[in-house]
């Protein structure tokens, strides 16, 4: 499925879905590497009643004790996510202790998800974001139907990433496009406000000149109008 160059990450991700047959199906980037345990633990977590995806803490893989991806909060006044224990040491991570995990508000690069919530919300929005703020969409609908979205500190990934920071590299030009307009329709298709889309613009078109990367300008300035403009699809 990864190897198909013409689907979308999201496309894939449902792909994978619908010929799994197990009550829980695990996700996970082509980056990573599993710890041996990592998937039990998360199976012990995934028993708890409420709870409906499982995401994995992940360490870079050059330094196995340093968090690259703990799960995120998003602020929906302004839009923007926040990780509480990236770039901290794993030992840091504080979860609790009567099921050996904490809640998050959405996951990404490794997870796990109970298949009952597939039947229940769908699958990823692959028609509004083919990458991205696909898991972020899928969470969110998952905790509006009653689900808990966690992550297990116990079950750990190592992820081949470079060094997380707040402010975004723009590798590639489909990232600056997309980011731009995931963001925007994010809020568009669940009713939240957009107030953020000014000093967003402002500040990631910054963070371009910052960085050099002039050439992202124009796609990213082309995801901020299609994210205002796009219809928001079924």
Known sequence: IMDDPKMSLSEKRNKG????????????DDDNVVEVGAIKHA?????????????????????????????????????????RFVNRSIFAVRFDERK???????????????????????????????????????????KKAGYQVVMSPKSRVYHRSITYSRWP????????????????????????????????AIIYLGVICLRGKFNMIPHFIQGLKDGLFDPVKD
């Open 100 to 142: 050996g995990a904490y809640e998050v508000d959405e996951v990404a690069n490794a997870f796990m998800i109970k298949r009952e919530v597939f039947e229940k919300i769908g699958l990823f929005d692959n028609k509004n974001f083919p990458m991205d703020l696909d898991e972020a969409d899928f969470c969110f609908r998952a």
């Open 17 to 28: 879905a619908l010929k799994a047959r197990n009550s829980y199906i695990l996700f996970i």
């Open 169 to 200: 590299d723009f590798r590639r030009k489909e990232n600056a496009y997309q980011m731009a307009r995931g963001r925007i329709l994010f809020h568009r298709k669940h009713n939240l406000y957009l107030w953020f889309v000014p000093a967003f």
């Open 43 to 83: 199976l012990e977590v995934m028993e708890y009643d409420k709870v409906g995806v499982v995401g994995l803490v992940a360490c870079y893989h050059d330094d196995s004790v340093k968090v690259c991806d703990s799960g995120s909060y998003r602020n929906f006044l302004t839009g923007f996510t926040y990780d």
